[in-house]
């Protein structure tokens, strides 16, 4: 079956860094993604991993490793405005989108 | 570029009545269109991929007679919620590819459409 996992709930401070992780097994994989929600909208597009290794984009980062079904999102120097849902979600042979549980992000002051 | 709009944004509507939602491509030929739901706290679940002129393909558990989806040109699909009822109330959202981005076959999402039944 297809699986995708990742954390419910994380607590982290202003300023700090956080990692989200997610492991997956899906039928076939085109990539994945990683997409922040606030509530009651739609996931805007953070990053996309198809290789294996680190993508760096400003305060975020997405490391993929295919040969363990595992994918992490970094974030750094968090702020009060990332307090949001973070979706893994795998691209699967058959182009559909599965996504993960995602992860409930609170940002303390 | 590729932007994809829902409309309308919010709907109430009663107990056994039917709701169409709209979702189109603005700048952009869809290939493919997704139609998901989301339930509070949880995430995105796919009911069903269209591609234009054909019949939708419905996810397992999912009743294609009460979920219509019609993708009659490259830049609309419609979802009607037939007889809706309250356990129907929920955020759909609509994706479509075929605007290349950082992938083959991207889904760009549309902003979503509250439903809820009274």
């Known amino acids: 079956g297809q699986n995708i996992d990742q954390p419910t709930e994380m607590t982290a401070t202003e300023g700090a860094i956080v990692q989200i992780n997610c492991t997956y097994q899906?039928?076939?994989?085109?990539?994945l993604f990683w997409y922040q929600q606030h509530a009651g909208e739609a996931p805007t597009f953070l990053s996309y991993?198809?290789?294996?290794g680190l993508e760096e984009k400003g305060r975020f980062s997405s490391f993929l490793s295919r040969s363990k079904g595992y994918s992490y999102l970094l974030l750094k120097e968090l702020q009060m405005k990332d307090s949001a849902s973070y979706l893994c979600a795998v691209m699967t042979g058959t182009y559909k989108y599965i996504f993960g549980t995602g992860t409930r992000l609170k940002v303390l002051a | 570029g590729a932007v994809v709009s829902q409309h309308p944004s919010r709907v109430i509507c009663k107990s056994g009545t039917s709701v169409k939602i709209e979702c189109r491509s603005l700048?952009?030929?869809?290939?493919?269109m997704f139609w998901y739901r989301q339930f509070p706290k949880q995430s995105l679940m796919l009911m069903a991929t269209?591609?234009?002129?054909?019949?939708?393909?419905?996810e397992q558990g999912v009743e294609k007679d009460k979920f219509l989806i019609n993708h009659a040109s490259l830049t609309l699909s419609t979802l009607t919620v037939t007889s809706a009822h309250p356990e129907d109330s929920s955020f759909y959202i609509c994706s479509a590819s075929g605007a290349g981005g950082v992938s083959y076959n991207e889904q760009f999402f549309g902003p979503g459409t509250r439903l809820t039944v009274l």
């Open positions: 991993n198809v290789l294996d």
């Open positions: 899906t039928s076939g994989f085109n990539g």
């Open positions: 700048d952009f030929q869809a290939t493919t």
């Open positions: 269209s591609n234009e002129g054909s019949k939708a393909t419905y």
